[in-house]
């Protein structure tokens, strides 16, 4: 049990020999934290209550004060389960039988037991109680399936925080003696998160999982009766024969990750050309600009406008004559970047070439304008291609690999891209999607399947493929390959795009 200045916030259920973690997000704590001397720490081992006398050794280590903000950040918050109507309650999956579960309309003002909107989740226990796990609320669906693709390590940037009511007030007095609950994995698995009380003194509490504590299993996209990712709910209560009532409310995710929009420099370009607006941003979110010539019409000059990949500044170049007669500009947040939008256009930061093991002759993959193959690029004047101007040669085997990219927190990540093919016998381009550390999400081999391409085109075709079950939540890097014999003018491609088709 942990007490911070005199105040209880948290236990922590390590039985047997487990080895687990205790976090207390500090904007939780009341306790005057700012007060002048040192801030105290207790901890209380507690054991034994079965009588028992056997001792136990209890080994204490790495204190340590994690900031999980991006500078500057402001945290943006996506409700999970507000619980504002009998739909969200009906997502309820029971385990035990000695509850019953309802939809609680707030009553007034002073209703306690609603933290948020107009209702919350009423669990009624008919019987007391040991330790017991009663339901599990699934999370299919939300952002939380989507977290719990990305490796467990990866995920400090989200919180899982929910409000729970302990009973209620009935003529101004509280039912209820204490109750201790557990969240585990929807399958009943421990997590590394700790067991929290409510005591006599603390009937209205917020509690939080740091994500890269949890242990989450994704959803299984063929399984409809699938309750993952989820959270099972362990309780246990000294409450008398007539039960006893808790309210759980406002279950959401706190991104703390996403850089806050800072408006920079205005500047005229050197040779007259235009003039450059930068701000702070972040490259997983779109921006756009607006202008007005007295604070109140404003027009939009652009939108769209990818946060910048490679800094924390993105710089966006309008031509003097779109700014004509403006005299004020602002820089809004569009929407969320795309993890990969690649048309060539401005050079291809981060993209490599290599080649296979037998590679002969001179050709290498090439950006810029296609005189060869298309003939023109699919969109704009630029593409990628196995040579831009003349056929491969035989022998040829060459790799064109993109930067790491991150699909985080997208729900159904979508690949789509141009491309261009015209071989000889026995020649492929295929797309392979590896993890950031070499490690094989999807390689095809056989014509047969997708991302595997032999028959030539009369132009450029698009190609989709849904990365969800292959690499959802990862950092992948996309490998487009060629391997040639005979002759041709080889593959292209152009408008790489990564999207979350879930929108």
Do not use: C
């Amino acid at each position: 049990m942990a007490h911070i200045n005199g105040w209880d916030y948290a236990q922590l259920e390590a039985g047997g020999a487990a080895n687990r973690s205790m976090s207390q997000p500090l904007d939780l704590v009341t306790a005057d934290l700012a007060a002048e001397g040192p801030v105290t720490l207790a901890i209380i081992d507690q054991y034994g209550i079965e009588g028992g006398t056997e001792s136990i050794d209890v080994f204490i280590d790495n204190f340590r004060l994690v900031d999980t903000y991006v500078s500057g950040a402001v945290p943006e918050v996506t409700v999970l389960n507000g619980f504002e109507s009998q739909a969200d309650v009906d997502l309820i999956v029971p385990v035990s039988e000695r509850y019953t579960v309802a939809l609680h309309e707030k009553t007034g003002a002073d209703d306690l037991a609603v933290t948020e909107g107009n209702s919350s989740l009423e669990i009624t226990f008919t019987a007391g109680g040991g330790w017991t796990r009663d339901f599990t609320i699934p999370f299919k669906g939300t952002i939380m399936e989507s977290i719990a693709r990305i490796p467990q390590g990866d995920r400090g940037r989200y919180t899982f925080r929910m409000d729970v009511i302990f009973s209620a007030l009935e003529d101004g007095d509280w039912p209820g003696n204490w109750q201790n609950f557990i969240p585990r994995e929807a399958g009943g698995g421990a997590l590394n998160f700790a067991m929290h009380r409510l005591g006599g003194d603390q009937h209205v509490r917020t509690y939080s999982l740091p994500l890269d504590q949890a242990l989450l299993t994704p959803n299984a996209p063929d399984n409809p009766d699938d309750v993952n990712p989820g959270l099972s709910f362990v309780n246990q209560g000294a409450w008398g024969d007539g039960g006893m009532t808790l309210h759980y409310d406002n279950l959401r995710i706190i991104d703390t990750g996403k850089a806050p929009l800072e408006i920079g420099n205005l500047t005229l370009n050197s040779d007259g050309g235009g003039v450059d607006i930068s701000w702070a941003s972040s490259p997983a979110q779109a921006y756009g600009i607006s202008v007005s010539n007295d604070l109140t019409d404003w027009t939009e000059l652009a939108t769209d406008i990818l946060g910048s990949q490679t800094s924390n500044t993105t710089t966006y170049t309008a031509a003097v004559e779109d700014l004509a007669g403006q005299e004020f500009y602002r820089v809004f947040v569009s929407g969320a970047a795309p993890p990969l939008n690649e048309g060539f256009e401005d050079g291809v930061p981060g993209w490599t070439i290599s080649t296979g093991a037998s590679h002969e002759g001179e050709v290498t993959w090439e950006v810029g304008e296609p005189t060869n193959g298309p003939g023109a690029a699919k969109t704009g004047s630029s593409a990628a291609g196995t040579d831009l101007d003349a056929d491969y040669t035989s022998g040829t085997w060459v790799i064109y690999s993109s930067p790491e990219v991150s699909l985080g927190p997208i729900l159904k990540p979508l690949l789509t891209f141009s491309y261009f093919l015209d071989v000889g016998e026995v020649s492929a381009g295929r797309v392979n999607i590896f993890g950031s550390d070499g490690s094989e999400f999807y390689a095809p081999s056989t014509p047969d399947e997708e991302l595997f391409f032999v028959e030539g085109t009369e132009g450029w075709q698009e190609a989709t493929f849904d990365l969800t079950s292959v690499a959802g939540g990862q950092k992948v890097i996309l490998q487009f390959e060629f391997i040639g014999n005979g002759t041709g003018a080889s593959f292209f491609i152009d408008d790489v795009l990564i999207e979350d088709a879930s929108e």
